[in-house]
């Protein structure tokens, strides 16, 4: 039997620090990690900070708990079959509410190799006490990773007061009176907390899915057949609804040779140069994105 975790929380909350932190202390262990991610992370990618030695599969072309849950279930298959590891560690992308992507991993296929251990949230100590600044539907999935954590990172402390420390840690336990609250800096956990983990997922817990239903979170994967000017395809960038929460990948910007890397969150913009031709393509995360106009299309 595999152990199994997923790493749920927002952009920006911690997951990819808590990832690298728990990948050192497995490795110091002798214990063989594998990971798949559903997200880029900061760019270049931090598959540097992963290692070599570790197996490690990208999802970049859908959530895992939406349509990418297929390609879940062949990722893993893959590792089972063609890898050998100890521990399976899934960093969900910040779109996904944790119980659908805990859904996703559920399988026939394989449920009797893995040993799935539960849900660990990184939550924003300091965005919790924003969270009234968020869209509903974002504020909505914020509580629900709360929610349904069986182990809960309050991280970046250090950014707050100890009254507003206290706060955040007594709202959380209201709102979760079973996970295990950890006060945190940079996503740090110790190893023997996770191995601790004894999942509580009920079939009651499983079914409620149907919360992150609706949500009517999706992603949707943009093949670019022609190129833009920055200043285009940032205005149709503009013209989007806040209920897009995330959009990656590479965009053909015209007189350059090969596409950029571009990124964007909550409005938020960022592009870098690319030194390899990547394919055009881009990956939307948020609600209802099929329907969602695409500039040159």
Not at 194 to 221: D, F, M, P
Request: hydrophobic fraction near 40%; charged fraction near 20%; include cysteine.
């Amino acid at each position: 039997m595999k152990d199994v975790y997923l790493f749920s929380g927002f952009l920006g909350s911690g997951k990819t620090s808590m990832l690298t932190d728990v990948l050192r202390q497995l490795k110091e262990k002798g214990i063989k990690p594998a990971v798949i991610m559903n997200e880029l992370g900061k760019l270049p990618f931090d598959s540097q900070a992963i290692g070599e030695d570790v197996p490690l599969k990208e999802m970049l072309e859908g959530c895992i708990c939406c349509s990418g849950s297929e390609k879940t279930e062949a990722q893993i298959q893959g590792l089972l079959a063609g890898e050998d590891f100890d521990v399976l560690i899934i960093e969900t992308t910040g779109a996904a509410h944790p119980v659908e992507a805990l859904d996703a991993v559920y399988s026939p296929l394989f449920a009797d190799q893995l040993n799935i251990k539960g849900i660990v949230t990184v939550a924003d100590s300091k965005l919790w006490l924003e969270r009234m600044t968020l869209t509903p539907q974002v504020r909505t999935l914020f509580i629900e990773q709360i929610r349904h954590a069986h182990l809960l990172l309050a991280n970046k402390m250090d950014l707050l007061t100890e009254s507003q420390q206290a706060k955040v840690v007594f709202e959380m336990q209201g709102l979760n009176p079973d996970a295990f609250i950890l006060q945190t800096t940079n996503g740090r956990v110790p190893l023997h907390l996770l191995e601790g983990l004894q999942s509580t997922t009920s079939e009651k817990e499983v079914n409620q899915t149907q919360i992150g239903k609706n949500l009517h979170l999706s992603s949707r994967l943009i093949e670019f057949n022609t190129s833009f000017t920055q200043e285009e395809f940032e205005e149709w960038v503009r013209s989007l609804p806040s209920t897009v929460y995330r959009m990656k990948g590479y965009v053909p910007i015209e007189g350059v040779r090969n596409p950029f890397v571009f990124q964007y969150a909550y409005g938020l913009v960022q592009w870098l140069p690319e030194y390899i031709k990547m394919p055009a393509k881009l990956v939307m995360i948020g609600e209802n994105v099929q329907e969602i106009h695409v500039i040159g299309m």
